[in-house]
């Protein structure tokens, strides 16, 4: 009998497979303010976690800018949907203080996926743990 991998299964073998990836368990997520060089405050992400390979303690940040209405639907729909940990409830804070004072809403992905970006890792991708089931 053939198994059909899902989406998620696929997408983290396909990164495993890339040599510019960083592939790793999100064991921890923090949500802070961050201040550009022009004073303005963008809402920073950092996912850590651990690798495989040989340097086991991965660390990716991911900025949001929450100025414009466009980076705010942006911002609700590529993280707040899918991190949010209590859907029936909606989530509608979005500055980054606010964000900040409620990232306790938010879960952990169980995998994160980036890929060199200049010298940077950039996130790719998160996998959830419900998308394996």
Same mark, same amino acid.
């Given at each position: 009998m053939?198994?059909?991998?899902?989406?998620?299964?696929?997408?983290?073998?396909?990164?495993?497979?890339?040599?510019?990836a960083l592939v790793f368990e999100c064991k921890d997520m923090q949500l802070a303010v961050h201040k550009t060089q022009d004073g303005k405050s963008q809402?920073?992400? =950092?996912?850590?976690?651990e690798t495989n390979?040989?340097?086991p303690h991965a660390l990716v940040h991911e900025f949001w800018s929450l =100025? =414009?209405?466009?980076q705010k639907q942006n911002f609700a729909e590529q993280f707040v949907?899918?991190?949010l940990a209590d859907k029936h409830n909606p989530f509608e804070e979005?500055?980054? =203080?606010?964000?900040?004072?409620?990232?306790?809403r938010f879960r952990l992905p169980l995998f994160v996926i980036a890929r060199k970006s200049g010298r940077f890792w950039k996130?790719?991708?998160?996998?959830?743990?419900?998308?394996?089931n």
């Open positions: 053939r198994r059909h991998l899902s989406g998620s299964y696929k997408k983290l073998r396909d990164a495993l497979n890339l040599k510019d809402l920073k992400i =950092t996912y850590s976690g390979d040989d340097n =100025t =414009t209405k466009k949907r899918p991190h979005s500055s980054p =203080t606010k964000v900040v004072n409620h990232q306790h996130v790719r991708d998160k996998i959830f743990p419900d998308e394996l």
